[in-house]
């Protein structure tokens, strides 16, 4: 079975500083990818950054970016230089092998405060 | 480009009834996957449509179904509502194929249950 868990349901990070979001997974599938999506009050899902687990450099997108431990199966998005527009639930999704569902953990609520 | 849009925006039903919920995808994609997310979880994967086929289904009573017309938009429809059916109801649209494209999601419809 696939699974995705986040252990933080919610945290907190005052504006400009950075913050570790964790994630971590399980699949039996070498095909994989990772996910960070943002679902902000208006609800509409966003994608953050993803990860192809072939590739060994982690991703990076302009003040996000990952630390994928591939062994240890864990996949932690950090934010730098928070923003306001930043406060939103951060969700972490898995996609294996050749089925194109997500599978995706809990959801973490991150406050930016100012 | 016209983005993933889903109609209506809240519905609230009571127990029993049945209700469809729409979806259209984002120009140029063939593909659509529903999700349910519960209030405080993560969205959970209903089934997908790739090509007017359903290309996958999560742990869903058949009372939940769909359909996918020649434009690519989406219908998900639920029979015998209950309490429980009550949330979020994502769509999101993607082009399909084996390797990994991006799943770009609508702004989802409320349904409440009574």
């Known amino acids: 079975a696939q699974t995705v868990t986040q252990s933080q349901p919610e945290m907190s990070v005052q504006e400009a500083e950075t913050v570790t979001l964790s994630c971590t997974y399980d699949?039996?599938?070498?095909?994989?990818?990772l996910f960070w999506y943002k679902q902000p009050p208006s609800r509409q899902m966003i994608l953050v950054i993803r990860?192809?687990?072939?590739k060994q450099q982690n991703a990076t997108e302009n003040r996000f970016s990952v630390n994928f431990q591939k062994a240890a199966k864990s996949f932690s998005l950090k934010i730098s230089d928070s923003q306001l527009g930043d406060t939103a639930m951060y969700f972490c999704?898995?996609?294996?092998?050749?089925?194109?569902?997500?599978?995706w953990g809990l959801g973490t609520s991150l406050a930016v405060n100012p | 480009e016209t983005g993933v849009t889903q109609s209506p925006t809240h519905l609230i039903k009571t127990r029993g009834q049945q209700v469809t919920l729409r979806c259209s995808s984002q120009?140029?994609?063939?593909?659509v996957s529903w999700y349910q997310q519960a209030l405080g979880q993560g969205p959970q994967f209903i089934f997908q449509y790739y090509r007017e086929e359903e290309n996958g289904r999560g742990n869903f009573p058949p009372r939940f179904s769909g359909l996918q017309f020649p434009n690519y938009s989406s219908e998900l429809n639920v029979n015998a509502l209950e309490l429980d059916d009550s949330a979020l109801y994502l769509c999101?649209?993607?082009?399909?194929?084996?390797?990994?494209?991006?799943?770009?999601f609508g702004p989802g419809t409320r349904l409440t249950v009574l």
């Open positions: 999704a898995l996609e294996a092998g050749n089925n194109r569902k997500l599978i």
């Open positions: 999101a649209s993607s082009l399909g194929g084996r390797a990994f494209n991006e799943q770009f």
């Open positions: 990860q192809e687990a072939y």
């Open positions: 699949t039996s599938e070498n095909n994989y990818y």
């Open positions: 120009s140029g994609h063939n593909t």
